[in-house]
């Protein structure tokens, strides 16, 4: 946690290219570890407490705004069905056209999985089930993840205009 403090600080306030080449490459990393340890929380293996492993799994899936029973939803659903036509992957990457660079850069920014988080959080607000989701406490968990994520998302960009105008306070007076 303190690395990808120490890489945001570093994208906020520097303009070095290579510090902030750097600082970028370190969260992407972390942000991916997050992503492994959230596996862990999802599968039950972090804990003994089902709770806590939920508690952590949330919190590894803030940066991705990756929700831990979503992911938990459609993974154990792709180890049941590995090997046959019904598996589907939680982050399902596109691996179609990697040779051009449209295609490779479709792929590698996965864009849709922003689309599909919208479309829930649609669903969170309007009462609809989440498609693909036919379980009513794995939809209320995943409604509840994602809205917390939003609510997180919100907040930090209030708080980011709020200091900003602070610092504009400040700077005429
Ligand atoms: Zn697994």
């Known amino acids: 946690m303190g690395l990808i403090v120490i890489a945001t600080t570093a994208i906020a306030f520097c ?9 970028m490459l370190i969260n992407g ?16 293996h972090a804990f003994h407490s089902p709770s806590l492993n939920r508690v952590f799994g949330v ?34 990457y596109r691996f ?15 864009l849709s999985r922003y689309k599909r988080v919208a479309r829930i959080l649609v669903c969170a607000f309007t009462g609809r ?19 917390f994520y939003l609510a997180i998302f919100a907040s930090s960009i209030a708080a980011s205009i709020y200091s900003t105008h602070l610092a504009v306070i400040f700077l005429l007076a």
């Open 29 to 44: 990393m972390m942000f991916a570890h997050l992503i492994e340890l959230q596996h862990e929380c999802m599968h039950g």
């Open 129 to 147: 089930m989440v498609p693909g989701v036919d379980k009513p406490k794995a939809n209320r968990e995943i409604k509840q993840e994602y809205l």
């Open 96 to 110: 179609a056209n990697l040779h051009s660079l449209s295609g490779f850069t479709r792929a590698f920014f996965d």
């Open 15 to 23: 303009s070095n290219p290579f510090l902030l080449g750097a600082a």
């Open 59 to 92: 919190a590894c899936g803030i940066f991705m705004a990756s929700s831990n029973a979503h992911y938990r939803y459609g993974h154990l659903r792709h180890h049941a069905w590995l090997g046959t036509l019904r598996n589907l992957e939680h982050f399902n």
